[in-house]
């Protein structure tokens, strides 16, 4: 599975939901998370984010190794999301 880290916090710019052939993001209120059983490892979504925030999980940066087991818990508890918002980040 890939897994939204760090970066995405605060910022939500989407754009990785429009590009997900299998609809595997959730929205929280301040970032993404991606749905581990649902999650194919297409990779579409990694060069779609401005901000480098989707690793596969092998890859997950040490000091992000958290959101591998958050991405997990809180994406079966959020809503799906698939169409690009307004994001929080005003850059
Ligand atoms: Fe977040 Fe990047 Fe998607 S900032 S909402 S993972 S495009």
Redesign the pocket.
Known sequence: THV?CQ??FG???????VVCPVECFYEGDKI?YIHPEECIDCEACVP????E??FHEDNVPEEWQGFVELNAEMAPQCESITEKKEPLADN
């Open positions: 939204v970066p995405c910022c939500k710019y989407t754009d990785c939901v993404l779609e984010c401005p901000v925030a989707i």
